[in-house]
């Protein structure tokens, strides 16, 4: 994740990042299906040839990043344990490599490794699902609908609270940086830059959560940052690039200019809600 934004690891663009990045114009990386264990092409199954999707953390992190997606897919489950032997062989990395990688995974949850055992697959009730990696290894594996559904909803529950609490923070430069994200993304739709524009989205978020002055929902910006980085699920206005978007995100700087806690709350709703053509998956507000 980590829990603000994301580390410099991760390639995504932290609070404050974004003027490093001039309206972008890289090429966007395809992303590669998940490898199969038994029976691999070897030219797939060798680590240090695949690029897509290993965000330049070198062999160790490309390694975390492929076991991660195979366990979360089901490739690999709890019946058979994990040789770093044979992870060794099947990857061509070293032993340091994979006792790395395997640590990793078994700070995130899942897997644990047991004298006399081995290293096994831990089941799902034990997963961190909060670690912004098993976010995006769920959001891309067969249980891609059920996490953009729980995404949406613990959304729908985090950021209008976040923006109402923020409204209380008369922060000026927190104000202006958002109110400069609101511009980027503006400039960045005209320029039909989804890059951009979903860099200062990301960054816009994760910005009002941690300034809403509630250090436990601080925590969740990496979750939220994470959502966003996750393509093709349910339509918000975060999702498709719009003037309305655009017009919502703007509603909640000037609500928090005004220490309007209700107007950025409900500006915070109204972005958050899924487009009509979409099936509904956030909860409608109640009537009171």
């Known amino acids: 994740m980590m829990t603000a934004a994301r580390s410099a690891d991760s390639g995504?663009?932290?609070p404050g990042e974004l003027d490093r990045y001039p309206f972008a114009d890289a090429p966007a990386v395809d992303r590669v299906g998940?490898?199969?264990?038994?029976?691999?092409?070897?030219?797939?199954?060798?680590?240090?040839r695949r690029t897509a999707?290993?965000?330049?953390?070198g062999l160790h992190g490309q390694l975390v990043q492929q076991l991660g997606q195979m366990i979360v897919s089901g490739d690999l489950g709890a019946d058979r344990p994990l040789v770093p032997e044979e992870?060794?062989?099947r990857f061509e990395v070293s032993r340091t490599v994979v006792r790395e990688s395997l640590r990793v995974l078994e700070a995130k949850g899942l897997v644990s490794a047991r004298p006399n055992v081995g290293t096994r697959v831990r089941p799902v009730s034990d997963w961190n699902l909060?670690?912004?990696d098993i976010i995006e290894w769920r959001?891309?594996?067969p249980q891609r609908d059920d996490q953009r559904r729980e995404l949406?909803?613990?959304r729908w529950t985090i950021e209008p609270l976040a923006?109402?609490?923020?409204a209380g923070h008369g922060r000026d430069d927190v104000q202006q940086r958002l109110g400069d994200m609101v511009e980027i993304m503006g400039h960045a739709m005209a320029q039909g830059d989804a890059l951009t524009y979903s860099r200062a989205d990301t960054e816009f978020h994760a910005l009002l959560i941690q300034v809403s002055g509630n250090r436990m929902l601080e925590h969740l910006s990496g979750i939220v940052s994470a959502a966003l980085q996750v393509s093709g699920g349910p339509v918000t206005g975060c999702d498709r690039p719009t003037e309305v978007s655009l017009a919502h995100h703007g509603r909640i700087v000037d609500a928090l200019a005004a220490a309007d806690g209700g107007a950025a709350e409900a500006a915070m709703r109204q972005l958050l809600t899924v487009h009509p053509e979409v099936e509904r998956v956030v909860p409608a507000p109640r009537e009171h």
């Open 87 to 89: 992870i060794g062989q």
């Open 139 to 141: 959001a891309f594996g």
């Open 163 to 166: 923006a109402r609490l923020a």
């Open 152 to 154: 949406s909803e613990l």
């Open 53 to 57: 999707g290993s965000r330049g953390r």
């Open 130 to 132: 909060l670690d912004p």
């Open 12 to 14: 995504l663009a932290g």
């Open 34 to 48: 998940v490898p199969v264990w038994e029976g691999a092409d070897p030219e797939l199954g060798r680590v240090g």
